[in-house]
């Protein structure tokens, strides 16, 4: 059981826009920033979103983050089929002595 | 270029310890802007964080974790070591390193590529 929740799957087709949310609660995105990673098949997470909504040098501004209260989300427009991978949303969680908390991952399918 | 490359054993018997070692390349473990995290992933499942350092040597372990976690670091050789006592089947993962960075807000920036540990007897 993960301590940000994500639905397990979402789905679109090319050129579609989709959403991936991520909730959690006041210890963890409440008071913390929210990053997003990429999971491609077989591979090792790339960093995808920092800060809520800030994107590293070389990801495509098809990618977005936001974040409101407890939740964050994160924005694919243009879908290519090469978006068809596993996406973690993380965050600190202040409690206890401080952890770096994950949600449960998506599996977007590009149709 | 910035690398990371994690190595151990494949293969670990039930409550043996690991000791994985993630050697870095790219960048200088003293760096105060900079700190590495391990962080695993059961086949099939999410990710989980277990532990991190800094250039100051402060660590930060999993609360679920913390009793079988040790992190170190040699930064002559560049090397950030995680010790796991008490190895469990469950415990079967790929674990992975992990560079934070203070210009992405100490987010995992560049992964290494993950090295695959089976817990059997």
């Known amino acids: 059981q993960s301590v940000l929740t994500q639905p397990p799957s979402a789905s679109g087709t090319p050129g579609q826009r989709v959403t991936i949310s991520c909730s959690g609660s006041?210890?963890?995105?409440?008071?913390?920033?929210v990053n997003w990673y990429q999971q491609l098949p077989g591979t090792a997470p790339k960093l995808l979103i920092y800060?809520?909504?800030q994107r590293p040098s070389g990801v495509p501004d098809r990618f977005s983050g936001s974040k409101s209260g407890t939740s964050a989300s994160l924005a694919i427009s243009g879908l290519q089929s090469e978006d068809e991978a596993d996406y973690y949303c993380?965050?600190?969680?202040?409690?206890?002595?401080?952890?770096?908390?994950f949600g449960g991952g998506t599996k977007l399918t590009v149709l | 270029q910035v690398t990371l490359k994690e190595s151990g054993p494949v293969l670990v018997k039930p409550t043996e310890t690991l000791t994985l070692t993630c050697t870095v390349s790219?960048?200088?473990?003293?760096?105060?802007?900079?700190?590495v995290s391990w962080i695993r992933q059961p086949p099939g499942k999410a990710l989980e964080w277990l532990a991190h350092?800094?250039?100051?040597?402060?660590?930060s372990y999993s609360t679920s974790l913390k009793s079988r976690l040790t992190i170190s670091k040699d930064t002559s050789k560049s090397q950030v070591v995680l010790t796991m006592t008490n190895m469990d089947p469950v415990d079967t993962a790929t674990y992975y390193c992990?560079?934070?960075?203070?210009?992405?807000?100490?987010?995992?920036?560049?992964w290494g590529q993950g090295t695959m540990v089976t817990v059997s007897s």
């Open positions: 006041s210890s963890n995105i409440g008071s913390n920033t």
């Open positions: 350092i800094f250039s100051n040597d402060e660590k």
């Open positions: 992990a560079r934070m960075t203070v210009t992405a807000n100490f987010a995992f920036d560049i």
């Open positions: 790219g960048f200088s473990l003293s760096n105060a802007r900079m700190g």
């Open positions: 993380a965050a600190w969680d202040d409690s206890l002595n401080g952890d770096w908390v």
């Open positions: 800060s809520n909504n």
